[in-house]
């Protein structure tokens, strides 16, 4: 049994840094201001994994897998549960990962299956291909990964499926059985609904700068008990009065004047 781990947000915020503008060009490798020319529109763009394929083994990406890579030479995103970055070389259609960091919070165990595998295919030398909207990598033995372009998610109207929570300066994942109920929607009539982990709920909001507040929420009955209850209690005190937003592509983060928060990545469309 894994244990869970806690990891400062700071390295959280350096890791998921917003990619630079898209870069094309028909040079190749680094230019002397440190930016990455290539053939082919890599940079500025938020790839989605959608698969993994190991040894003609293909695994399925879970939501918030991803990958950006800088016009600086850094790639950065989400195995599907830990963020990591690394530096990255684009040279043509070739794409060298460097040796990279990441955080270290502890997964479900079908999760931490594909990270391991996302891992060990998204470095050293890749070849890429791009047709159409999907990017597919491909290491020098043959694995796989392959990615499709993705928009940003707006604030207003998406549902964020809360990933982490925040507490004092440091995330951790939400306790073990409770890792896809929690929920959020705000709707573009100023309401929230959404669901706390056990209990449903419905509110209304009001958004301003980068600020969002809530208004009492008015919540479902049910009985929670052990990692629902423990889930719920944090969320019910974030989703409290005035909190700061921070939406980031297609992830949120809500922090409290008290540093408890949470992170949640777009729920992808049905």
């Not at 500025?44 to 939501?63: I, L, Y």
């Not at 009492?216 to 944090?234: I, P, Y």
């Not at 019910?236 to 008290?258: C, F, M, N, P, S």
């Amino acid at each position: 049994m894994r244990n869970q781990l806690s990891i400062p947000v700071t390295a959280l915020a350096l890791l998921a840094l917003a990619a630079c503008g898209t870069e094309s060009g028909s040079g190749s490798g680094a230019g002397g201001d440190g930016s990455v020319t290539t053939d082919l529109p890599v940079t500025g763009v938020h790839w989605s994994v959608d698969s993994v394929t190991v040894d003609g083994k293909k695994s399925a990406a879970p939501a918030g897998a991803h990958v950006e890579i800088t016009s600086k030479g850094r790639a950065q995103g989400n195995y599907g549960c830990n963020h990591f970055g690394a530096d990255v070389k684009v040279d043509g259609d070739t794409i060298t990962v460097g040796p990279g960091e990441m955080t270290e919070m502890a997964c479900a165990k079908d999760i931490q299956g594909f990270e391991d595998a996302l891992r060990a295919a998204f470095s050293g030398k890749l070849k890429a291909k791009i047709v159409d909207e999907k990017l597919t990598l491909t290491t020098e033995k043959g694995d796989s990964i392959a990615l499709t372009s993705e928009r940003p998610a707006p604030l207003v109207g998406t549902k964020w499926a809360v990933n982490s929570l925040l507490s004092g300066g440091t995330a951790s994942s939400p306790p073990a059985g409770t890792e896809k109920n929690a929920f959020l929607i705000l709707g573009k009539d100023g309401s929230v609904r959404g669901n706390l982990g056990c209990n449903t709920f419905t509110s209304t909001a009001k958004i301003s700068g980068s600020t969002i507040t809530f208004d009492r929420l008015a919540t479902t009955r049910k009985v929670c008990t052990g990692t629902a209850m423990t889930l719920e209690n944090h969320l019910l005190k974030v989703l409290e009065g005035k909190v700061t937003y921070k939406l980031q592509h297609r992830g949120l983060t809500l922090t409290a004047a008290d540093g408890k928060g949470l992170a949640a990545t777009a729920a992808p469309a049905k």
